[in-house]
């Protein structure tokens, strides 16, 4: 059988090239991430930040609410203070190195918590929304709408107001806040996809409802959401420092960045080490979430994408 014409070997000098095996769309995405430098920045420090929190009974020098009487407002190292107490102490001699590293534990955890509860609550009613419509719709809008009607800060005072201060009701509190962006958000990305052919070709094959939802039309709108959530940590951080620096947040003794800037502002002239240290880390870590948010917008939109 070697002549064959399905079985002989190609003439006439026809080379069959071999086509390269595609780029994981993982490794498509760090490549276009990682040419934005500020969102590679922004990604070391949040990671560094993240890694200090994780490890905060390890890496922190002292307790953060053990008081040093006899170190009472010592100055930072580089202000003529000892390498016992690095960052300096405050005014009732807590050591400000330890309370910053255990406030990023805090920080980190309340904008975590509020990005899960609002993302997972509006990819919920934002898909019910789409889908559904009619009443629910309605329905749910119109809260949102009212929501979104009140300035943030003082919707967030109120639900405090009425809760009571603590940790778990500010993290509700900003929730509530922030959970019109994420809803909206998902019902026009839902509604945008509904009348593309892969969603039509799924009804006529008899997807369910919620298989249709969570399944075919959910993964095609995750790339704004998972911007969105990333920008909205940064958000809630700084909501949530707002509230505490009121006296609404976190209760002391507990090390969270808000309540420490609002425990040391009469100390601004006689100590200012005590007030600016806390404001430069929620500084450093919301300008950090937003430069890595901006490179994970880069990356994940497909005009900006290399094919």
């Known amino acids: 059988m070697a002549d064959d014409p399905i079985l002989a070997p190609p003439t006439g000098g026809i080379v069959i090239e071999s086509v390269p095996p595609e780029v994981s769309s993982l490794r498509a995405f760090w490549s276009a991430f990682r040419e934005n430098r500020g969102a590679l920045l922004g990604l070391i420090v949040v990671a560094f930040i993240a890694f200090l929190a994780l490890f905060a009974p390890f890496v922190a020098p002292h307790s953060p ?31 400000v190195l330890s309370r910053l590293i255990y406030g990023a534990r805090i920080s980190l955890g ?147 960045w808000g309540a420490m800037l609002a425990d040391s502002r009469e100390f601004i002239r006689s100590a200012p080490w005590i007030v600016t240290l806390p404001g430069l880390a929620i500084l450093v870590t919301v300008v950090a979430i937003n430069l890595m948010g901006d490179g994970l917008r880069d990356a994940l939109d497909p005009k900006l994408r290399r094919s």
């Open 110 to 256: 309340i904008g975590l918590s509020v990005m899960v509860v609002s993302v997972t609550l509006g990819i919920v009613l934002g898909l019910a929304s789409a889908f559904l419509r009619g009443v629910v719709e309605s329905v749910v809008m119109r809260v949102m709408d009212l929501v979104v009607a009140i300035p943030s800060l003082v919707l967030a005072i109120l639900i405090v107001a009425v809760l009571g201060p603590s940790l778990v009701n500010t993290i509700i509190a900003v929730t509530v806040v922030y959970l019109p962006r994420y809803v909206r958000l998902v019902r026009a990305a839902a509604i945008a996809e509904l009348s593309k052919e892969y969603v039509v070709a799924a009804r006529v094959a008899g997807v369910g409802k919620l298989r249709l939802m969570f399944v075919t039309v959910l993964p095609n709108c995750l790339a704004p959401l998972i911007v969105q959530a990333a920008l909205g940590i940064s958000d809630a951080i700084l909501e949530a420092a707002a509230l505490g620096f009121l006296g609404l947040g976190a209760q002391p003794p507990t090390p969270e």
């Open 65 to 95: 609410i053990e008081q040093f009487r006899q170190h009472v407002q010592q100055p930072p190292i580089w202000a003529g203070g000892s390498w016992a107490f690095p960052f300096g102490t405050d005014a009732v001699g807590r050591d």
